[in-house]
């Protein structure tokens, strides 16, 4: 990081801002969009940041993406709704989808919101701590593109189907659970070939189905759909609880996908037979629960304060000296970040830059 | 399993229901619990079933346990509820936050229902299942003595904290999550020790908080609370994962006991000074969300089938015959024990007839 150029959250936003509604994005839509990423980049979650932002442009521009989605409510009841997203960009219509199950939330206790034919959403905790402001308990998921295997399976079957949960507390920070229903992303792999590293064994396997430590391989069975991929949390079988993370991955899939009507199991970026890509169809599920619904939010908070306290507070394994509590992490990144300004890498910076100069828009940042 | 007793299930379940109507609970309630109890046995989860009648007995004679407690809907909203079990039995009040949760849903789209004063609850899977034959999803969460370490930690925080999701399928069985958000339970430490199998690493720390191997050292370990304890989902550290099985354990003590006003984090069975058993003050969360709220009932179904047959009928690792999908293989055992007969532990079965004996009960089982 020591060639990364610094740059500040808002003038990072503003030039995101520029990128969308130049790709015919309208303005609010494009302000949530560059709000999600941006959030990533602070929160130190730099795989979902700017650096995915040529993704979105190429969506856009290939037809994947729509810029001026025709956005459907579907179905709706007091506690639920299911929304269409006409194949535009995730973030918007997830924003909205999330706003929506809160007033529900406010409104009868508790909202949920599915989402159908959507796109890549960025980080499912930017969703889930939505709620937060509101007094209400967030959940957010979202399925994705294949890349896990299922326990016993040889081929990726499964996204990285995320889960985040965030709740409030009082004088601590809320609590943000954000995590992959896989061991670990794909850009872990990534890391460690770069690195020339060996993966541990519970990472992913080989196109036989059969743990492996070598991550260029995986990634190259990515690249070719030869087999293999990233394993459940809890690895390979049952030993370890491989299949209770298969277990979660599935359990997004049928909240985002199956009770939507969106792509599932083998979920693929389809392409038209001359490769035009279509509509990813990924889908999401937004819930929020009011706190105060069944307890007083001061009593609430009091106790959220107190579990965090005492689980900061107890003791520690040997040569440890700290138990951290979900979301901590990142918001001391966060806090740090805005301070001292994003690390941009330089590939991400020369992108930017590329993309600016290909849309004929304004590159202030460095 | 070769001296294993057989016994019906309908025998079975009504012997428990004389020993609990002995021990002075209400005829229904009793029947709720015994029908828990038996539903374990039959799909197979035996550390579950009747094998725990006896802690039951013994948590309602040392009045940890109220035979007939006042229960007490405390706040209600049309999407929520919270429920005082006033330290009853675990498992009439789960049945009956569920059945309210599912009205709810009925009634709303979707509905959640927590319990705090309660005790050990049976089977999480049992109360997601209730909500398939309303053609809903239903979810079930309770918190539990503690028994897992969180990362870097050393010594046990959190309980076992299980997490049930059901939902319903068309020609296909419905998918039933049914997971500790441990790696493994105190069961499985308990059947290697006695078997003086070494456990494998990602099980569980010994008292300094290294993993171990030693399944008897933790089980010890556990008697004196000296520290160490079971590990969450992921293993150790963050390499495989763990922090994520920590944080979805935490995410079942917020709901569970925090929503609530149960006990959490260091959630321990309480004693008077003079060492009499008091209420535990555990904490349960259920839910439902109506199928149809979101979509057609039968698009659902059938995409459910859909999403099961692309699993099933998906390529196998080298080795394996066979992809499972979450809940197949307990809807098998119970086919099976319901041709066949529950076998019942020759150790188990020797209790069942002492209980009868003390407590002047008919046993008929064998």
Redesign the interface.
């Known amino acids: 990081m020591e060639d990364a150029v610094r740059v500040r959250a808002g003038p990072l936003k503003d030039f995101c801002v520029r990128v969308f509604t130049k790709m015919g994005v309208p303005e609010e839509d494009a302000r949530i969009t560059a709000d999600v990423l941006v959030t990533a980049d602070l929160r130190g979650i730099d795989s979902h940041g700017v650096a995915r932002l040529r993704r979105y442009v190429n969506g856009l521009r290939s037809g994947m993406m729509v810029a001026r989605p025709e956005v459907k409510v579907v179905?709706e009841?007091?506690?639920?709704a299911?929304i269409d997203a006409g194949a535009g960009l995730g973030q918007p219509v997830s924003y909205r989808a999330m706003k929506r199950a809160i007033e529900k939330?406010l409104d009868?206790?508790?909202?949920?919101v599915?989402v159908r034919n959507s796109n890549h959403y960025g980080i499912a905790g930017y969703y889930a701590m939505m709620a937060l402001e509101h007094d209400c308990?967030g959940i957010s998921m979202t399925n994705a593109a294949v890349l896990v295997?299922?326990?016993?399976?040889?081929?990726a079957?499964l996204g990285t189907n995320p889960i985040a949960?965030a709740?409030p507390a009082g004088e601590e920070r809320p609590?943000v659970?954000d995590?992959a229903t896989s061991?670990?992303p794909r850009g872990k792999l990534e890391v460690y070939h770069r690195l020339e590293k060996p993966i541990?064994l519970?990472?992913a396997?080989d196109e036989?189905?059969?743990p492996t430590t070598d991550p260029g391989r995986v990634l190259e069975n990515f690249k070719k759909r030869a087999?293999g991929g990233l394993l459940p949390?809890?690895?390979a079988g049952e030993?370890?609880?491989g299949?209770?993370?298969?277990?979660?991955a599935?359990?997004v899939?049928?909240?985002c996908?199956?009770?939507?009507?969106a792509a599932?199991?083998?979920l693929v970026y389809p392409k038209t037979p001359d490769g035009k890509p279509l509509p990813s169809k990924i889908g999401h599920f937004f819930g929020a629960?009011?706190?105060d619904?069944?307890?007083p939010l001061e009593?609430?908070k009091a106790?959220?304060d107190?579990?965090q306290r005492?689980?900061k507070n107890?003791?520690?394994?040997?040569g440890?000296t700290?138990?951290?509590?979900?979301g901590e992490k990142e918001f001391e990144e966060a806090e740090r970040r805005s301070r001292e300004g994003i690390p941009l890498n330089p590939k991400v910076a020369a992108d930017l830059r590329a993309i600016a100069e290909e849309l004929g828009v304004e590159y202030d940042l460095e």
């Open positions: 179905a009841t007091p506690a639920t299911l939330a009868v206790g508790a909202g949920f599915t308990i295997v299922p326990t016993f399976g040889r081929d079957m949960v709740a609590f659970l995590m061991t670990v541990p519970g990472w396997t036989t189905g059969q087999g949390l809890g690895g030993l370890l609880g299949h209770k993370g298969y277990g979660l599935l359990w899939d049928i909240f996908a199956v009770l939507s009507g599932y199991a083998d629960w009011r706190v619904a069944f307890r009593e609430f106790a959220m107190d579990l005492r689980l107890a003791p520690k394994a040997e440890q700290r138990i951290y509590i979900h």
